[in-house]
């Protein structure tokens, strides 16, 4: 485990007993300080004022109930969250999760990655992040109508387009951003379009921002492989997920030369050797809302398809020159790292808010396999949300290509600083260090210009 400073060492432990119970967020913590080292041995007064520890507590932590009635007439209760962690670069930014696992621990977890992240997209955007532990898998559109409107009967009073501006996370797309909207539209009786991004083309979405944290991610993960003379082309790949991330990340890949071979989901994971359908997992996720073991029935011909179920083994037991972790946190274990380097693999690019285990992370960089941290890789995705508040803000709508050309330019500027960060402070090739260290420093020095808030 990395040496941290011994004040370091003291405000973590300080940020593990105010946070009891809370371990996705301790990891979150750790994993940041651990790259603070450098920075407060040249910067000692990063220590004043308690800056670090301001950084480490949210602005306001938000926690109420969710009443709604099933379609069978019963009244059902879930809990719900928002965790607006940090505004000193602008208005919290950041997804709303619908998940059974969702509890205040993974929303601070997620809320404290997206201050970083946000900041290391150079967008005017702070960093916040909601959710419930209410599961839409198996409700009917109208049960999750009411469940969207009852939670946004509360949310609203805490959101705006320039105080709090959500979107969409796993559980949440379209159509709940659209009842969302709705629902705040009715409450507030104003058409303030930028209090949600992720929203439909026809009444204020961007273009693109459905595929930007895959397209992202690959353009990240191509501009890494670019630093040692190569690229996607030809390269094996293999996809965790297959939500919307998985999905535009194969889009993107493929568009690059490479062949994803297996991608997830919670029923276990779909291999085809000669390169995954990505017409056929679009019309089973996106339309048809169903397993991916459906792939088999529907292509499998015996000749390299294939699926393993949940508990039968790991998609990182698949051989490929370049893993994607696109599905949830803490998905890809030290012991699939192991496995992961023992077959060959040469980068990994997180698509998910920290896919990949601390001791996966150690085992890639003494392997010295390239790892693209999720807040630096999968920051595609709130920067084009931020596209999407400034199209609302000006009343325009741009074409595909010009939003797609600014999320190439903005993550192509992300790798950069992180490369040259990583450089600057003794660490070159360390993405973790580098993004960790990147966004700390912008965020830490808005916060000081600010005062004591």
């Known amino acids: 485990m990395p040496h941290l400073d011994e004040k370091l060492e003291l405000i973590l432990a300080e940020v593990i007993r105010r946070n009891a119970g809370e371990p996705e967020f301790h990891q979150a913590v750790r994993e ?23 950084i480490c507590e949210p602005e306001r932590q938000i926690i109420f109930r969710v009443p709604w009635i099933d ?17 000193a670069l602008g208005p919290y930014k950041g997804g709303i999760r619908f998940h059974p696992s969702v509890n205040v621990g993974i929303i601070k ?44 009967l509360e949310l609203h009073r805490h959101i705006g387009e320039y105080t709090d501006v959500p979107a969409g996370d796993i559980g949440v797309g379209g159509r709940e951003i659209g009842y969302m909207f709705g629902q705040y539209k009715r409450l507030s009786n104003r058409y303030e379009a930028g209090v949600l991004t992720g929203k439909a083309l026809f009444y204020g ?70 390169g995954i359908d990505l017409k056929l997992v679009k019309e089973l996720k996106e ?65 998910a808010n920290m896919p990949s285990t601390p001791d996966a992370v150690r085992v890639f960089q003494e392997a010295g396999v390239m790892f693209a941290p999720g807040k630096a890789a999968n920051a595609g995705g709130v920067a084009t949300s931020a596209l999407e508040m400034q199209q609302n ?17 903005i993550m192509k500027n992300i790798h950069d600083t992180c490369y040259a960060t990583a450089d600057e402070y003794g660490v070159p090739g360390d993405y973790v260090s580098g993004a960790n260290i990147a966004g700390f420093v912008k965020v830490a020095e808005a916060m000081r210009a600010l005062g004591v808030i």
């Open 32 to 54: 940041v300080l651990e790259s603070l080292g450098r920075v407060v041995a040249k910067r000692p007064d990063f220590f004043d004022d308690a800056l670090i520890e301001r």
């Open 71 to 87: 379609d069978a007439g019963k009244v059902q209760i879930n809990r719900a969250f928002r965790v607006q962690f940090n505004s």
């Open 109 to 152: 977890f997620l809320g404290f990655e997206q201050t970083f992240k946000n900041a290391l997209t150079g967008m005017p955007i702070g960093g916040g992040k909601g959710g419930s532990d209410f599961d839409p898998k198996g409700k009917s559109d109208r049960e999750i109508m009411r469940f969207c409107q009852s939670f946004m």
């Open 205 to 274: 979405g961007s273009r693109a921002r459905t595929e930007a944290t895959g397209y992202g991610n690959t353009y990240f993960v191509q501009s890494m492989l670019g630093t040692k003379g190569t690229s996607f082309d030809g390269k094996k790949v293999v996809v965790s997920g297959s939500g919307n991330v998985a999905i535009y990340t194969v889009e993107k890949v493929t568009s690059f030369g490479g062949k994803v071979i297996a991608m997830s989901d919670s029923s276990g994971y779909i291999v085809d050797e000669n």
């Open 287 to 351: 339309v048809r809302r169903a397993r991916i073991s459906e792939y088999l029935r529907i292509k499998g011909d015996g000749k390299g398809v294939y699926f393993v179920k949940a508990g039968d083994g790991s998609i990182w037991d698949v051989a490929c020159d370049v893993a994607m972790p696109s599905a949830t946190q803490n998905e890809l274990t030290g012991r699939d790292a192991k496995t992961l380097v023992k077959n060959g693999v040469i980068a990994v690019g997180e698509g």
């Open 393 to 409: 803000a000006s009343r325009d709508s741009w074409s595909f290509e010009q939003t797609e050309g600014r999320l190439a330019t």
